[in-house]
């Protein structure tokens, strides 16, 4: 998969995620009005809960499945795919508390919801890494393999210091659920071994930085590698 239609693929996937969070309470209070649940009291009020719910789980299916896939394609095609696509995986279930709140943003108490800052920050990361995938060049050697393989440690390194925050997205899913309280105890011993049980908040932000950065430095090095053969080209 080439960069050009990558950044179409989750640009165009992001877009359709903000339609349908807009959209979706206008399409649930239409279902509403024509099902006639008002004849019996509180039935409304149920069927609204269950339309919200199977909506925004059929919604993020809609636009995570194809994104998931999309970065496979991307990661593989670049060399990245050992470990941008474990990382990538794990933030996106890290921001499935956020994804799954974004239909009632407007409401009040919002960031006071369980994980939703949590997943902000998942989601910081997913858009830096799709970013990385974006700008990344398909040479493993020279300054590029470089950064790669920065890039490879640092992410490494961020997935074990988020860890309770992708755990608390893996609890969503029915089917990894079972996985979190074995993986939350082994972690969080290895986190108390290290001592950074109560650095983790500073330590996200300074992989994120440092994530960033090495995003940046991938994207220049990528420029300075294609400049040459530009110039051969015109020669």
């Known amino acids: 998969m080439t960069a050009e239609v990558f950044i179409r693929r989750w640009l165009g996937l992001f877009a359709l995620l903000a339609g349908l969070v807009i959209f979706s309470p206008f399409l649930i209070q239409a279902v509403l009005a024509h099902s006639g649940c008002s004849a019996i009291s509180g039935r409304c009020d149920i069927l609204a809960g269950a339309l919200d719910h199977y909506c925004n789980a059929l919604m993020l299916a809609l636009i995570l499945i194809p994104l998931l896939v999309a970065i496979a394609g991307r990661s593989l095609a670049v060399g990245m795919f050992a470990f941008a696509f474990p990382f990538l995986l794990l933030v996106t279930a890290g921001a499935l508390p956020l994804l799954q709140s974004l239909g009632h943003v407007a409401r009040p108490g919002f960031l006071d919801e369980t994980g939703v800052m949590q997943g902000a920050t998942q989601l910081l990361f997913l858009l830096v890494g799709l970013v990385c995938l974006s700008v990344a060049g ?93 110039k051969r080209s015109w020669a």
């Not at 440092?210 to 994207?219: F, K, N, S, V």
């Open 138 to 230: 398909d040479d493993q050697e020279g300054a590029s393999g470089a950064w790669k393989a920065v890039l490879g440690f640092v992410m490494l390194s961020a997935g074990f210091v988020t860890a309770p925050s992708w755990l608390a997205g893996f609890a969503l899913l029915p089917y990894a659920s079972h996985l979190v309280p074995p993986l939350a105890l082994f972690i969080g011993r290895a986190h108390a071994a290290l001592g950074i049980t109560d650095l983790l908040p500073m330590l996200q932000t300074q992989i994120l930085v440092a994530m960033t950065l090495g995003t940046a430095g991938l994207m220049f090095s990528r420029a300075r590698t294609d400049a040459p053969a530009r």
